[in-house]
């Protein structure tokens, strides 16, 4: 059993039942006395930060991690209502403000990504699950003059001599006690919820339009804006005429903010219409006039040049490469790619009596918080953030340039303002994963062992601008110039002291090398790079899983087999490995249909792909992927199956159709018909089988995506002779 | 002024016939749930029923709705009383993050009034014209699927999170 060591002062005392406001108890943190964000209703009682219980036996989650599809407030509602011993689909689910305690546990900051969600709250919110349960039982104990060792609970009552009383009843005597802080946890046999198939939470609000996201907040008076902004990153505003806008209909506000020129109006449209019509002109950057073309030859020169940065270097490869039985060399490159969340990026901001608001769905309320802090000089105790469902996450709703223009627009006009991005502006101004060159020099013994590994990758670093962009967004103090200073020096430790650890993530870990050099040379043309799902491993796992099935064939050993070989020293990805393997033998493919594997550890959760695969007239279908992973205890089986199908599509898209392409520094992609996105007809059926090794839970957002590519591109081998080696799979490349 | 009809009520609005029949649901008649995606009619998320026919309303000018019937996804079901498609995205969790879902939901009974038996085929065809970023596909397939063969009994008294 583990517990959660949380302070005496860790848990929120409200000692009288609260008829209204906000209540005020002690932070998590324990220095001061702060707010919690949140709203209490009538008669709400407040055990903890997440949970409010009313006398009608309604219990409100505040769910402290952001909802961007992949069943957060399922999973979480999950584990703090197995151990409350209430039905997880009964919670009221809410967002709260800004506040420590709902801090990411493994990340220290109020954000959402890297897959960690259910493993970062896994034991506290069990325990917090626990310690009301527990608190409750003390309560009814007290009113029904009954010894807690003769009560018990079931689903959202407490039971006592056979009668059921709802723990609504007990909330006010609750209020006058200490909540327990290490109440006993269950053990796995014990669970009524964890593992178990339920449907997702959010299911009928997401099936009736009833789900609120950012883009459906409408607050009266609100104004609508559109931005104009450069078509080349970061350049600067060199002049505008506006004066044909300015007389259409319902503009009531043109002005120059930060990043472009705004044009508001009463409705979207007309604001959408006006901004069409406002000419600009922009000062150029360094990345005015480059094209993709020159990226790659650029990446291409960095790569037969010396090395940035050797990040590893173990044993002696140019002595395992001389041993070596096989020795094969292979470059692989992957484009830029956009996000193409379905929601474009909104926010909605009120400045009032030198308080501000802000409603927006994004990975991450602190970061909104801090922006709004910075663009409108108001205090961060002065600024409510709300959240809202995400209409897609993916790592783009981590950066928040949009909450920057909203408050800006909302400061100069003094209205309330949504700011709504055209698909076109999120697909140009957006922030991209980054493009990537990646060379490995391999070397594999008689024995098929692969003693030797030699990779370098050559792009730019997607932490240096996510941190530049975060920098300013958690310290609004901070002077503009502090900020520039710390990104420029992030910039300078990942050229030419260490990797960018995001960078070449994935590119050499899932095997047991004995000779090992990884190499980085940063070539940064200036296009803004963020983390996209599965970050580093959406490359690197293409370079590394195509470059073993390449080994596999030239040693004349089945790729399966030469996996399980040289994986024994990661016992976990071996034995999905082992699991896909026993498929794989079996598998017949339909005549026309060929197979491919692929297997990869990301987010602590180790996934093996097969897919089946045909070419046809030159184009590659995929018909069918199975899936075999380990992530631990599946909190809720069926998100997780959800979640692999998911990132399977996501890297689909990516495999097939994906690219992001320069021209002048402009990006070229602007819409759907030349940024495709698989569509259900091109959509393979997908099987997930989930190996149960009763450890406690890893992610699932993201480690479905990386084996996909790769799994397709050694189909299309098997079926073909031709090894593709660039993203998105062509064969007329 | 151009009339149409809502969900069954009759509305008017004042604003600019070229304003796409989206926007003014949106933001005239305050029903959110269908959704801007794209703005060019390549996504889907916000396509309604005119006179029982799927269609783009991020390109379809409201002028061209006047005297029509329109419903959206408010006018197909409601969180207690579901349209049998609604119920089954909920047993099966079709949506991720939700937002196309309504868009999909449209199509998706569009089809069935049309060819109450699809084929897997007639689906694909049928529902090309929405994205789902997320790719709930195989489930918005099986969904329809089920639907179609009457296989989903959905018994709103068993799902808890559908009383609120």
Same mark, same amino acid.
């Given at each position: ?57 309604? =219990? ?94 079931? /689903?959202?009552?407490? @039971? ?41 939470? /959010? ?15 409408? =607050? ?50 007309? $604001? ?6 406002? &000419? ?15 990226? &790659?030859? /650029?990446?291409?020169? $960095? ?47 009120? =400045? ?11 990975? #991450? ?6 922006? @709004? ?15 809202? *469902? ?7 709703? #981590? ?43 391999? #070397?594999? /013994? ?7 590994? !030699? ?55 899932? *095997? ?20 996209? &799902? ?71 959760? !180790? ?69 495709? =996105? ?56 | ?9 009759? +509305? ?81 969790? +079709? ?70």
């Amino acid at each position: 059993m583990s517990t959660v060591n949380l302070s005496r002062r860790g848990f929120l005392r409200t000692t009288s039942v609260v008829g209204g406001g906000l209540v005020v108890g002690f932070s998590m943190s324990g220095c001061a006395e702060a707010p919690y964000p949140i709203d209490v209703m009538e008669g709400g009682y407040l055990p903890n930060a997440f949970l409010q219980l009313t006398p009608d036996n309604k =219990i409100t989650f505040y769910c402290p991690r952001d909802e961007m599809g992949q069943g957060v407030t399922t999973g979480l509602s999950t584990l703090i209502g197995e151990e409350l011993d209430f039905d997880p689909a009964r919670f009221d689910i809410a967002w709260p403000g800004v506040h420590s305690a709902y801090n990411n546990p493994d990340m220290g900051v109020q954000a959402t990504g890297g897959s960690n969600s259910i493993k970062a709250h896994w034991t506290q919110l069990r325990q917090v699950g626990a310690n009301t349960r527990a608190l409750l039982l003390e309560a009814a104990s007290q009113d029904l003059g009954v010894p807690t060792a003769n009560l018990s609970t079931d /689903d959202g009552h407490v @039971v006592a001599n056979a009668k059921r009383y709802p723990y609504g009843q007990f909330v006010a005597t609750a209020a006058g006690l200490q909540a327990p802080e290490a109440a006993p946890l269950k053990s796995v046999s014990e669970f009524k919820f964890i593992g178990k198939e339920m449907p997702r939470v /959010d299911a009928v609000l997401k099936s009736t339009g009833t789900a609120q996201f950012g883009i459906d907040v409408d =607050i009266p008076g609100m104004v609508h804006a559109v931005v104009k902004r450069s078509p080349v990153a970061g350049a600067s505003l060199k002049s505008f005429d506006a004066s044909r806008a300015e007389q259409m209909p319902g503009v009531t506000d043109i002005l120059e903010i930060s990043n472009g020129v705004a044009v508001v109006a009463e409705t979207y449209w007309q $604001a959408k219409t006006a901004a069409d019509a406002v &000419r600009t002109e922009w000062n150029d950057t360094p990345l005015s006039g480059v094209n993709s073309a020159q990226v &790659r030859a /650029d990446y291409a020169a $960095a790569m037969a040049g010396e090395d940035g940065v050797v990040d590893k270097d173990e044993g002696d490869v140019e002595a395992g490469l001389a041993a070596a039985d096989t020795v094969h060399e292979a470059e692989y490159w992957a484009p830029y790619l956009a996000h193409a969340a379905l929601e474009p990026m909104n926010a909605v901001v009120r =400045i009032e009596d030198g308080k501000a608001e802000v409603w927006s769905g994004v990975q #991450g309320v602190v970061g909104a918080e801090g922006l @709004v802090a910075r663009a409108s000089g108001i205090d961060p105790e002065n600024i409510r953030v709300h959240n809202a *469902y995400l209409g897609g996450g993916f790592g783009r709703r #981590g950066t928040f340039g949009h909450i920057t223009e909203a408050t800006e627009i909302a400061v100069a006009t003094g209205k309330p303002v949504q700011l709504l991005w055209t698909r076109e502006d999120d697909m140009r101004h957006g922030v991209y994963r980054p493009a990537s060159l990646m060379r490995i020099r391999a #070397g594999v /013994d008689s024995d098929g062992r692969v003693t030797t590994w !030699d990779a370098k990758r050559v792009g730019g670093n997607q932490t240096t601008t996510t941190v530049g962009n975060m920098i300013p967004a958690l310290f609004p103090g901070l002077g503009d110039g502090v900020a520039d200073f710390a990104k420029g020096t992030a910039d300078s430790i990942f050229t030419s002291w260490m990797a960018d650890p995001s960078s070449l993530e994935g590119l050499y870990e899932d *095997y047991d090398f004995e000779h090992l050099k990884v190499a980085h040379t940063t070539v940064d043309h200036g296009l803004p790079l963020t983390f996209w &799902r599965s970050v580093g491993h959406s490359y690197t796992a293409f370079a590394i899983e195509s470059m073993i099935d390449e080994l596999a064939h030239e040693a004349g050993i089945d790729p399966v087999e030469l996996r399980l070989m040289n994986t024994q020293n990661n016992p976990r990805l071996n034995n999905v490995i082992r699991v896909a393997g026993e498929h794989w033998k079996k598998m017949q493919p339909s005549a026309g249909r060929h197979l491919g594997f692929a297997a990869h550890n990301s987010f602590a959760t !180790d996934v093996a792909e097969i897919a089946e695969v045909s070419v046809e007239n030159g184009q590659i279908r995929v018909h069918k992927v199975l899936c075999v992973l380990d992530c631990g205890i599946a909190v809720n089986p069926d998100i997780v199956r959800a979640q692999i199908e998911g990132g399977v599509m996501y890297g689909l898209t990516a495999a097939l159709h994906g690219a992001i392409e320069l021209e002048g520094g402009a990006v070229k992609e602007s819409n759907f018909h030349n940024y495709p =996105i698989l569509r259900m007809n091109e959509a393979p059926e997908v099987e997930v089988i989930i190996v149960d090794s009763g450890t406690d839970p890893t992610g699932v957002g993201e480690p479905g995506l990386p084996p996909i590519a790769p799994a397709v591109a050694n189909a299309v081998f098997a079926a073909t002779g031709q090894r593709l080696r660039s993203l998105p799979l062509s064969l007329n490349a | 002024m151009i009339e149409f009809k809502l969900n069954g009520k009759t +509305v008017a609005t004042a604003d600019d016939p070229n304003t796409p029949l989206l926007w003014v649901v949106r933001d005239t008649f305050k029903l959110k749930g269908s959704k801007f995606g794209c703005g060019a009619g390549l996504c889907g998320a916000c396509t309604m029923h005119v006179d029982g026919t799927a269609i783009r309303t991020c390109t379809t000018p409201v002028a061209a709705v006047a005297g029509k019937d329109v419903t959206t996804i408010e006018g197909l079901g409601t969180p207690d009383n579901l349209h049998p498609l609604q119920a089954a995205w909920h047993d099966i969790s +079709v949506p991720q993050c939700g937002y196309c879902q309504s868009g999909q939901i449209m199509s998706a009974a569009a089809l069935l009034a049309d060819n109450p038996s699809p084929s897997e085929d007639d689906v694909d065809a049928a529902m090309a014209g929405n994205i789902c970023r997320c790719g709930c596909y195989p489930r918005i397939k099986k969904a329809i699927l089920a639907v179609a063969a009457g296989e989903l009994a959905y018994d709103a008294a068993t799902h808890p999170e559908v009383q609120a």
